[in-house]
């Protein structure tokens, strides 16, 4: 019985129609009737459906409103982040590497830690190494080195 009302308000719409006729006339009859049609209609299964889906697109378009706004808000605050970011930027000094006239013959660094020490000499020595250079280093005479340098220091300049 595809799409046919088998519920029975067919048959109740008649019966309150009929008896609201007896009892009223036409215009009675009309307006009982009207109300049982528009009861039937209200409760029946396709008009839920529906008010389900107005209530779902409903809510899609509040929270997409409320993602624009909460987007925007954001927005504004990175870009305004990012405009004091640069204005203090703007107030920074300058730092170049310093170029010097000569080449320097050594370069003397004091302190650090041993993890401070390994970096460095692998960041400046590991290139130096690399390009057949020779190494001013020096070991001391207590640990024996894997390289053919000097068992010690160079004579003072």
């Known amino acids: 019985m595809g799409g046919r009302n088998t519920s029975g308000f067919g048959c109740l719409t008649l019966l309150v ?3 609201a006729f007896a009892a009223g006339g036409v215009g009675a009859a009309a307006v009982v009737v009207i109300l049982i049609l528009t009861l039937i209609i209200a409760t029946s299964p396709k008009a839920g459906l529906r008010a389900a889906q107005r209530r779902l ?9 409320d993602y624009h706004a909460r987007r925007r808000v954001w927005q504004d605050r990175l870009d305004t982040h990012r405009a004091e970011h ?3 930027n703007g107030t920074l ?13 050594r370069i003397d660094v ?5 993890n401070g020490w390994a970096s460095l000499l692998a960041t400046l020595g590991g290139p130096i190494l690399g390009s057949g250079a020779r190494s001013s280093s020096w070991t001391s005479p207590s640990r024996p080195s ?11 300049e």
């Open 93 to 105: 000094d300058t730092w170049y590497p310093i170029s010097l006239d000569s080449g320097p013959s």
């Open 57 to 65: 697109q409903s809510a899609r378009e509040r929270a997409q409103t």
């Open 86 to 88: 640069l204005r203090h």
């Open 146 to 156: 894997p390289w053919n340098w000097p068992a010690s220091p160079p004579a003072a």
């Open 110 to 114: 004091f302190g650090g830690t041993g």
């Open 17 to 19: 129609g009929g008896a």
